[in-house]
């Protein structure tokens, strides 16, 4: 009997010191963003984003974390001790240069989310943990000319000045 009160005990004090640690207070994080640079061979364009959460309360950065970026929710990874990971792909034609915003999510937060994605409201009514923006400069999407064409070009200006020019010297 005195294990079982001592379990349970140690079970409430777990779940109590775990509620506390539900949401993160006072969120601080930094950011490292990698995308491709060169989309002459690709269809899509890749976006990562790595980061660092630190909260004020301890144990809070252990959460699970998700993110909603460009309308879309994306799954949160955790690489590590507070190290989080997120990333996506657009298609070349609508990844455009500019700023994207990624909102983060804590549980409570993508609750709310999803039953306001189910009620047909606005998503950005919610109130996200915090929000992150990073900056694509573009990507490179090639020559104005290809080489093929240029090159097409130049061997018939070639054979156009050769032709001419012979046509010239036999007459």
Known sequence: MFKF???TIALSCSVLGFATATSCTNPQVQTNFY???DATIVS???FVTEFTLKCSNAG?????LFAEVLGKLAPVVRLGENKYQVSWNEEIKKAGSGTYTIRLFDEESFA???KAQRAGEDVHS???LTTVSVHF???YKGPWINSEILAT????FVAYVAFTTRSKLVA
């Open 35 to 37: 995308s491709t640079s």
């Open 137 to 139: 400069s573009g990507a």
């Open 44 to 46: 899509q364009i890749g």
């Open 126 to 128: 919610v109130k996200p």
């Open 60 to 64: 809070a950065e252990k959460l699970p």
């Open 5 to 7: 009160v001592l379990a």
């Open 153 to 156: 070009g130049l061997v018939g």
């Open 112 to 114: 709310a989310v999803r």
